[in-house]
């Protein structure tokens, strides 16, 4: 395993055992609320924190991007963490077991390493460019499912106020019909996981913050799946908005997704 994957999951482990610890005492976390339906709790916080020290210990020359502190590091460097402490917060307040912690590292703008860590189910997603995607040291690889007729796909459901509701539910619309089945598990770093490990044929969710999606992507990528945003484009980072399987079937979402939003998310 590459050394900085290596820090990477060290530090993920370390912080899905401050989250096992405090989800025996959830009646007695202290939460705030960002804006409506956006919670954090001491322990995004106090995970962040865990994964900063052992990422800054060992890499003291890196940027860092971390949900709940921000920028932090020199930010001049051109080697940038991006981390997600706990994904899936609301999952996680409720006693939901689908959470996880997402990191990842970009080289000059180009995404190189991924974990993303689910500590209930012990799950550890890896991915390095070029090497291939991993669960627990096995090879991963999404579905070769050619179409929408009979996939299982993940998805997010608008909750926040800067989140669209009409766009959503009309590309909702457009799935429905040929699928099996739609899943809102609450994680998008572990629906992106699951469609890199075949466990979900595809993926779409609308206004994605980077740390929810930058480890998912290189692991989808990795596993000879293919990401876009609604343009057809290589920009999910930047607008939020993402697309994930194979080839094939990424090519039928998208359609849908065209068909279904106004033209100010083909630019
Ligand atoms: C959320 C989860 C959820 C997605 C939301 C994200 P958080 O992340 O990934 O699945 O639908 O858009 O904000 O807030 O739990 O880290
Ligand atoms: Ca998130
Ligand atoms: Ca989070």
Request: no cysteine; net charge negative; charged share 20%.
């Amino acid at each position: 395993m590459h050394p900085m994957l290596n820090t990477a999951v060290r530090a993920a482990r370390a912080a899905g055992t401050v989250m096992l610890r405090a989800s025996s005492r959830l009646d007695s976390l202290n939460v705030e609320s960002k804006q409506r339906n956006d919670f954090v709790t001491e322990i995004d916080r106090q995970a962040e924190a865990v994964i900063l020290d052992i990422l800054g210990k060992a890499y003291p020359q890196h940027a860092f991007l971390g949900e709940e502190t921000g920028r932090s590091g020199q930010g001049g460097s051109d080697f940038q963490w991006i981390i997600d402490p706990l994904d899936g917060t609301t999952n996680y307040l409720h006693g939901i077991p689908q959470y996880a912690i997402s990191i990842a590292l970009e080289h000059q703008g180009r995404l190189e390493q991924a974990v993303v860590y689910d500590p209930v189910k012990d799950e550890l997603f890896t991915a390095s460019r070029g090497g291939g995607a991993f669960l627990n040291s096995r090879r991963i690889r999404v579905t070769g499912l050619k179409g929408l007729e009979g996939a299982l796909l993940g998805t997010g459901i608008p909750f926040r106020d800067d989140q669209p509701i009409e766009p959503f539910l009309a590309t909702l619309r457009g799935m429905l019909g040929p699928i099996a089945g739609i899943r809102r598990a609450g994680s998008a770093a572990l629906d992106l996981a699951y469609v890199a490990a075949g466990r979900l044929d595809g993926y779409w969710e609308f206004a994605l913050k980077p740390w929810d999606m930058a480890a998912g992507l290189l692991l989808v990528r990795e596993a000879g799946g293919m990401i876009t945003d609604f343009a057809g484009g290589d920009n999910s980072m930047r607008s939020g908005n993402v697309i994930a399987a194979n080839p094939r079937l990424l090519h039928s979402m998208l359609t849908v997704v065209q068909n279904s939003v106004g033209p100010e998310y083909h630019r």
